[in-house]
């Protein structure tokens, strides 16, 4: 029995010494397996020590480089942590670095990459993908731009103020080399009175975070306008007109809690003479898929008023015709006492496209006077050749030739009918 059971404990033995070896060498295989595939992983050129790429590096400066492109930063693995298995490393453990630091010598800008004596070069990053996207209003300017302005407007229920802060303007077009620019601030109506920026010398790209107040009633304030004139000051002092911004309150949710940002591109005033009875300015377009004839009807300017109190109104009715038969018409709001009115206000008709060679649109300034007793100021007749011609005709047959684009122009008052 004695030798039995020596038998049978050598046997469990030898059996325990095979699981054992077993395991190891499972174990070992499984630790070349990972270790080859992470070599295959960093090829092409299999692990690339640091000085390797040193190496690399020096020698591709001697090479034109694409400026087009954006230089990648190397992604290292530091050698004490090389061989280690990945899966299992923690956010929160900390790397020994080796005391063998050095930084890569470049010819080019300096870059925050440093290298370890014996790091493996995994990737690159490419830092174009962790950019914040650029501000578009920064960048995309439109073709023949004369200038974009920035400003906020806050108003105060409490204290009826307006508070404008005019932030700055960018890519002014000087008649001149230099450039002095500052900014009149107006707040329609009221044509009298004005607030002005300091002038920022020899710059088309003026910074002035500079902060304006209004006192102005609520219930006055949406029927106001913010009128910016950006100048140019030369060296005789004479000052030139740039270009405006006109921004009616009226569309604007104003409150306390909320400070609107606002960019505008800016536009070239018209500077011909207003003609006898004044001018109004509106855009066209037309939709031939939906049909749709749009009028945005912007802005008049030296009106002859028969009242000139500032209880007048004064409002802008565009009608369509065809065949000189009246099919609808439309109204603006009414603005109070302004010989130069501004409404930016949208209208929309339907005209089929057939329609376009008999249709015709009539735009005509009106003031209340006294009650329901209205006075005509002028008109204008924009169409095809069968009814215009001039200026009001080339606005018709550009807005044909312009689908779906908002084509704008300045046209004269007149009071023949």
């Known amino acids: 029995t004695g030798q039995v059971i020596a038998v049978l404990g050598g046997a469990i033995g030898g059996i325990l010494l095979f699981v054992l070896i077993g395991i190891t060498a499972y174990l070992l295989w499984k630790k070349l397996c990972l270790l080859s595939s992470y070599e295959e ?22 090479q034109p480089k694409d400026t087009s ?6 992604f290292i693995i530091p050698p004490t942590l090389h061989g280690r298995d990945w899966i299992n490393l923690m956010n929160e453990e900390q790397v020994q670095q080796d005391s063998d630091l050095y930084v890569i010598p470049q010819s080019g800008p300096r870059s925050s990459f440093h290298s370890l004596a014996g790091a493996y070069v995994v990737g690159t990053i490419n830092p174009e993908l962790y950019k914040f996207p650029e501000d ?22 409490e204290s009826e103020r307006l508070l404008v802060s005019l932030i700055k303007v960018r890519k002014l077009q000087p008649p001149a080399d230099s450039c002095s620019p500052f900014v009149k601030i ?68 104003l409150t306390d809690d909320s400070k609107i940002v606002i960019w505008r591109d800016l536009e070239k005033d018209n500077l011909e003479p207003p003609s006898e009875y004044g001018d109004i300015q509106f855009s066209l377009s037309y939709n031939d898929y939906l049909g749709r004839l749009t009028v945005v009807v912007l802005r008049a300017k030296g009106l002859k008023l028969q009242d000139e109190s500032h209880t007048a109104s004064i409002y802008v009715k565009v009608s369509l015709m065809n065949h000189n038969k009246f099919i609808k018409s ?88």
């Not at 992983?41 to 001697?62: C, D, R």
């Not at 400003?151 to 105060?156: G, I, L, N, T």
């Not at 496209?353 to 300034?365: C, G, K, N, R």
Request: overall charge positive; hydrophobic content about 35%.
């Open 41 to 62: 992983l960093t090829s092409p050129a299999t692990t690339t020590p640091a000085k390797a790429l040193l190496q690399n590096q020096s020698s591709s400066e001697t």
């Open 69 to 74: 492109r954006s230089r990648s930063v190397p």
């Open 136 to 157: 578009q209003s920064e960048t995309d300017f439109p073709e023949g731009s004369i200038g974009r302005l920035w400003f906020s407007v806050e108003y105060e229920q």
């Open 186 to 253: 107006y707040l329609l109506p009221d044509e009298r009175r004005y607030l002005q920026s300091k002038t920022k010398r020899k710059t088309l790209n003026p910074q002035f975070d500079e902060n304006f107040v209004f006192q102005v009633s609520s219930k006055m304030l949406f029927q106001s306008t913010l009128k910016f004139l950006v100048y140019h000051v030369d060296k005789q002092k004479k000052h030139h007109l740039l270009g405006q911004v006109i921004f009616p309150l009226k569309n604007e949710t």
């Open 330 to 417: 439309k109204k603006t709001t009414a603005v109070l006492g302004s010989l130069n009115p501004v409404y930016n206000e949208t209208f929309s008709f339907k005209a089929d496209q057939t329609e376009l060679d008999t249709a015709s649109l009539s735009l005509s300034v009106f003031q209340n006077i006294e009650g329901d007793k209205t006075q005509l100021l002028g008109h204008v007749v924009v169409g095809p050749f069968m009814y215009t011609r001039g200026k009001e005709l080339e606005h018709w047959n550009e807005m044909i030739s312009k689908p779906k684009e908002l084509v704008k122009r300045w046209h004269a008052l007149c009071h023949s009918t």
